[in-house]
């Protein structure tokens, strides 16, 4: 069972340029067909902006902190540190994870990666139908009447650009986890992936 990588582990990994936890759950994936979910506007535009603004965020800080507050300067400063740190290694942790761990098809199954909460294995006979999504996800649920308790949503922090359909009498076959714990599938599940068209005719 998919078991996605411990973002702190995965930040230290990457401090102690040591192999990265999501390096080794990719490796578990089949070799075959894989698809990033490396290149979503969230993950390869907002992340990285996010990171470079905390870098020079922490420092300015410490300055502003020594001038404003000068009687208790070092716990002040721990705290920014410490604030400063987590939201900087959490989205080092992301970003990494998210690059490394693709979707991935073989002869049997679909294997869900995109690396922070969600994974899993779909068995492909329990796949009714794979749709590439051109709309938000709020508009789509709109305008084909579905309901949203009927949804699950698998990638973060990218909005889906896919929906698979799954067959009503097959959901038992499917497994999927989040945050390490086993979850129920939906009839629909909306993901993530760089090639929504050619996933969605390769998973099909």
């Known amino acids: ?19 990265r936890p999501s390096a080794g759950v990719a490796a578990t994936f089949p070799e075959h067909r894989r698809f990033s979910t490396a290149n979503g506007p969230i993950s390869s535009i907002v992340v990285p902006i996010m990171i470079v603004g905390l870098l020079g965020d922490v420092p300015l800080s410490w300055v502003l902190v020594s001038l404003c507050h000068p009687a208790h300067p070092w716990l002040v400063h721990a705290i920014v540190f ?44 329990s796949i009714r139908r794979i749709l590439a999504l051109h709309e938000s996800r709020h508009a789509w649920t709109a305008t084909h009447q579905v309901r949203m308790r009927d949804v699950l949503i698998v990638s973060r922090p990218d909005a889906p650009n896919v929906a698979i359909e799954l067959e009503d009498s097959a959901m038992a076959q499917v497994r999927l986890t989040c945050h390490r714990k086993t979850i129920a599938p939906r009839r629909w599940i909306l993901l993530y992936v760089d090639r929504p068209g050619e996933f969605a005719t390769a998973a099909s």
């Not at 995965?10 to 102690?16: G, M, Y």
């Not at 970003?95 to 679909?110: C, G, Q, T, V």
Request: overall charge positive; aromatic content about 12%; charged content about 15%.
């Open 1 to 19: 069972m998919f078991r996605a990588p411990n973002l702190w582990n995965e930040f230290l990994a990457i401090l102690l340029r040591q192999p």
């Open 82 to 125: 410490v604030a400063g740190l987590y939201a900087v290694g959490w989205a080092l942790a992301v970003r990494s994870a998210s690059r490394s761990i693709p979707h991935a098809i073989d002869e049997h199954a679909l294997w869900l990666g995109g690396g922070v909460h969600y994974g899993g294995k779909i068995p492909r006979s």
